[in-house]
């Protein structure tokens, strides 16, 4: 890789998030000293290293966790273990970046008997293509030109704006989850385009502009959301519009409470 940092990097976990991130800085070129990844399965890290051969795999979570940066790539009931294996291999230097909602700094501190080199953050798929919104929090205990430092890796990936931690559950609800509400509609529109009599690629190109123009309205056109809405008279489907809202209140407004509960 072109832009090679002096860090070595591990990744606990070598799921879709791990994917994601490596994907990212493999399209910038970004590389490391040494990038380590570890999974209990053999499979999951066989068909890792055969897209990034660079990376070092193993069944062993203690060789990631002895790099200087070190990413917590697992679902919130896996945190809490993992870091009881991993407490004695960190670095009193690391920085321990979890990448889970719900299990807050200080769980973590307190579960690597007072370890506090800690961030926080919500990954977004749109890491993959450098267009990520990667909201993440700071432990008290990092100063500034380590968060730099940090933020110099992180910034390939997108947007990484520092939030105060009792916001990153919202930004799982919102950022991390957000896509799963759209990207199957999207298909859809493009499938619907294809029958219409649309090429693949036409199908394609109208529905990706219609979504870029639609966010910059909403955002810039300095409408109200009503005003906004009313732009287009025909809504095919408005019979539906009230049972979607109410998904959106009921389903996330009861993920929310189980990530903060």
């Not at 800085?25 to 897209?51: P, T, W, Y």
């Not at 298909?187 to 649309?198: H, Q």
């Not at 408005?238 to 409470?257: C, F, H, M, P, Q």
Request: hydrophobic share 40%.
């Amino acid at each position: 890789m072109g832009n090679k940092n002096k860090k070595t990097i591990g990744f606990i976990g070598s799921g879709r998030v791990t994917r994601i991130i490596l994907e990212g800085f493999k399209r910038k070129d970004i590389g490391f000293k040494e990038i380590f990844v570890s999974d209990a399965s053999l499979e999951a890290l066989d068909s890792l290293k055969n897209k990034y051969p660079d990376i070092t795999a193993s069944s062993n979570n203690r060789q990631p966790a002895s790099c200087d940066v070190v990413f917590i790539a697992l679902h919130p009931p896996g945190v809490l273990p993992a870091l009881d294996e991993i407490k004695s291999a960190l670095k009193q230097d690391s920085l321990l970046i979890s990448l889970a909602p719900k299990i807050t700094m200080s769980k973590i501190s307190e579960k690597l008997s007072g370890f506090s080199r800690i961030v926080r953050m919500i990954p977004n798929a749109c890491s993959v293509i450098n267009q990520g919104y990667n909201p993440l929090t700071f432990s008290p205990s990092l100063d500034e030109p380590e968060k730099k430092d940090l933020l110099r890796i992180l910034a390939v990936l997108g947007d990484c704006p520092e939030v105060d931690e009792e916001k990153l559950e919202a930004y799982a609800i919102l950022s991390a989850m957000g896509p799963t509400y759209l990207w199957f509609q999207l298909y859809e529109l493009e499938k619907a385009g294809v029958s219409f009599g649309l090429t693949p690629q036409e199908a394609r190109r109208a529905v990706s502009f219609m979504v870029e123009g639609s966010a910059k309205t909403m955002l810039e056109s300095g409408l109200t959301p009503d005003e906004v809405m009313d732009l287009i008279p025909v809504k095919p489907l408005a019979d539906n519009e009230e049972t979607v809202k109410n998904i959106y209140r009921s389903k996330l407004k009861g993920l929310y409470d189980k990530l903060k509960g």
